[in-house]
Nanobody, 123 residues
Framework: VQLQASGGGLVQVGGTLRLSCAAS????????LGWFRQAPGQEREFVAAISRSGGGTDYSDSVKGRFTISRDNAKNTMYLQMNSLKPDDTAVYYC?????????????????WGQGTLVTVSS
């Protein structure tokens, strides 16, 4: 199983980025998916999650209304559209896949992880 996160970069406050997570080696539509992030010196935190069909989503309070998670099961790819970016959004963003159960906010419930992509928001 491989999850490949991409799309990170340097952006100014208020800008936008779209992250992608391409999956291989798994039955993509059978997995709930999530995005997490980890800032320097901090623990990994939940950002957003999406159900197998894409019909259910969940967001952390800190990104709700600014970020949108989506997936394309035909392309084995998940996305995170990030708008109105703030300096506090600076972190390495990781995608994760969960083989059993509904969407989850706890990192320990995910079975597979991507390598991360760095997002830096400059003021």
């Amino acid at each position: 199983v491989q999850l490949q996160a991409s799309g990170g970069g340097l952006v100014q406050v208020g800008g936008t980025l779209r992250l992608s997570c391409a999956a291989s080696g798994l039955s993509f539509s059978s997995y709930a998916l999530g995005w997490f992030r980890q800032a320097p010196g901090q623990e990994r935190e939940f950002v957003a999650a999406i159900s197998r069909s894409g019909g259910g989503t969940d967001y952390s309070d800190s990104v709700k209304g600014r970020f949108t998670i989506s997936r394309d099961n035909a392309k084995n790819t998940m996305y995170l559209q990030m708008n109105s970016l703030k300096p506090d959004d600076t972190a390495v963003y990781y995608c994760a896949a969960r083989s059993y159960g509904p969407i989850a906010t706890e990192a320990a419930r995910y079975d597979y992880w991507g390598q991360g992509t760095l997002v830096t928001v400059s003021s």
